[in-house]
């Protein structure tokens, strides 16, 4: 059975930093796309990275527009842990943050992830 678990999300004040986690058990992290995304009240879920995977390219990585620059992805395939390190956060990027994981490569669309965690809350005070 697959499970993916988010931890990290907290209140921080603009400006700040989060590093939000997502251990997986069940499947293996380097055989799968993992994306990040999130979904903040009355809006649509939305794209924030994701790391694809590859046995001949390896690994690419993807930002969503709005957090280029400020986000950054990264996995430990050791103990099967995505992250996502937050920094400059802005009250727009206050929403649930979830992980998820598709053994494709349509690593915006959500349609296209098999499995999800339950989120995490990141909420950003100005």
């Known amino acids: 059975q697959v499970q993916l678990v988010e931890s990290g999300g907290e209140l921080v004040q603009a400006g700040g930093s989060l590093r939000l986690s997502c251990a997986a058990s069940?499947?293996?992290?380097?055989?799968?796309?993992m994306g990040w995304f999130r979904q903040a009240p009355g809006k649509e879920r939305e794209f924030v990275a994701a790391i694809t995977w590859g046995a001949r390219s390896g690994s690419l990585i993807y930002y969503g527009d709005s957090v280029k620059g400020r986000f950054t992805i990264s996995k430990d395939n050791a103990v099967n842990t995505m992250f996502l390190q937050m920094n400059s956060l802005k009250p727009e990027d206050t929403a649930l943050y979830y992980c998820g994981a598709q053994n494709g490569r349509a690593y915006s669309s959500s349609r296209s992830y098999n499995w999800w965690g339950q989120g995490t809350q990141v909420t950003v005070s100005s």
């Open positions: 069940g499947l293996t992290i380097s055989s799968y796309t």
